[in-house]
């Protein structure tokens, strides 16, 4: 079985620009999250849906950061517009259900300059 | 907001020596505990899980979970340097569905 893929593995953006990043779950996996993660602040949960639907839009990162699933099987993730404080590795993980392991994709990098 | 901390930061440990790891929640309704490790440039990787009172090993890894004090430790015995990574503390809540909320790391370093 695939793992999680995320597209793309690195990212350099202007201040400003509109990024949308990429990703596939794990065939089968009902559930879908989005995390941020910075040395500071540690991994952040940015979005979670359960068979597609919005279960969490990670409060702070509302206003710039919208995720998308329009099918059980590929996720977008959109920063606009982008800020340099959005330079971070972000994470999609995949999980089949309640309470089970999430499995990580390998994780997209961003630069903002 | 529920929090996680985890301590120490950072961890320095001999080859061969033990690495003990703590854990613990600030919300009363947490029902699992999970340990993630990371390895530097990797994306992280379920090491262990626990929501039971006691304790689970597995291999050279062993996790305690006391949940009056929702306090979580996982212990690693015979540490290799390819046990050097980032290990990540996290809790969720079965009403909250699959979501975790994540620690912010122990760095652990094993000098060979």
């Known amino acids: 079985d695939a793992g999680v893929t995320q597209t793309p593995r690195h990212e350099v953006a202007e201040k400003g620009q509109t990024i949308i990043l990429k990703c596939e779950p794990v065939?089968?996996?009902?559930?879908l999250f989005w995390y941020r993660q910075t040395k500071i602040q540690g991994l952040e949960l940015l979005s979670y849906?359960?068979?597609?639907?919005?279960?969490?839009d990670g409060g702070a990162f509302k206003d710039r950061f919208k995720a998308e699933m329009l099918n059980s099987s590929f996720s977008t993730l959109k920063i606009q517009p982008t800020e340099p404080k959005d330079s971070a590795v972000y994470l999609c993980?995949?999980?089949?259900?309640?309470?089970?392991?999430?499995?990580f994709g390998p994780g997209t990098r961003l630069l903002v300059l | 907001q529920q929090k996680v901390q985890q301590s120490p930061e950072s961890l320095i440990v001999p080859e061969g020596g033990m690495a003990s790891l703590n854990c613990t929640s600030s919300?009363?309704?947490?029902?699992y505990f999970w340990w993630y490790r990371q390895h530097s440039g990797k994306s992280p990787k379920m090491l262990m899980?626990?929501?039971?009172?006691g304790e689970k090993e597995e291999g050279r890894f062993t996790v305690h979970l006391n949940k009056a004090s929702l306090h979580t430790s996982l212990h690693i015995r015979d540490s290799q340097p390819s046990d050097s990574a980032l290990y990540l503390c996290?809790?969720?809540?079965?009403?909250?569905?699959?979501?975790?909320?994540f620690g912010i790391g122990t760095r652990v370093l094993v000098r060979p």
């Open positions: 065939s089968g996996h009902n559930d």
């Open positions: 993980a995949s999980s089949s259900g309640h309470q089970d392991t999430q499995y």
């Open positions: 919300d009363r309704n947490v029902d």
């Open positions: 899980s626990i929501f039971s009172n």
């Open positions: 849906f359960r068979s597609k639907s919005l279960m969490e």
């Open positions: 996290a809790a969720s809540i079965q009403s909250a569905g699959n979501k975790l909320t």
